[in-house]
């Protein structure tokens, strides 16, 4: 049951950034969840959390003094139900952590 709520956060987030606001915060979705997979095996739970945090903070901060950027709240959030989404995936579908990225892809 928990793999289905997960499954159905995944996939009705993804409608609704697309729907609303193209493609910028889906991007923003998937590169957080992705980044979390990648680092959390690294790192562990918490360090994968600093680090994808620090990488769409980092980003934000770029577009705030960038010219040719604009920051964006909604960007934040993607990126944070992004790292919480992978967290519950990881926790829920896996006993260790494996490169959840190559178990995707490949």
């Known amino acids: 049951m928990k793999v289905f709520a997960?499954?159905?956060f995944l996939i009705s987030f993804g409608a609704l950034c697309f729907g609303f606001s193209?493609?910028?915060?889906y991007l923003h979705f998937s590169v957080s969840f992705s980044?979390?997979?990648?680092?959390?095996?690294f790192l562990g739970d918490i360090g994968g959390l600093v680090f994808t945090s620090f990488i769409g903070i980092g980003k934000e901060v770029r577009d705030f003094?960038?010219?040719?950027?604009t920051a964006e709240i909604g960007d934040l959030l993607?990126?944070?139900?992004?790292?919480?989404a992978a967290r519950i995936y990881i926790n829920e579908?896996?006993?260790s952590k494996p490169l959840i990225i190559l178990y995707i892809l490949f």
Do not use: E, L, W
Request: net charge negative; glycine share 14%; aromatic share 18%.
């Open 6 to 8: 997960v499954v159905f």
């Open 22 to 25: 193209g493609v910028d915060k």
């Open 35 to 41: 980044a979390y997979g990648f680092s959390s095996h």
């Open 65 to 69: 003094f960038s010219a040719s950027g």
């Open 78 to 84: 993607a990126d944070m139900a992004g790292i919480i």
């Open 93 to 95: 579908q896996f006993t």
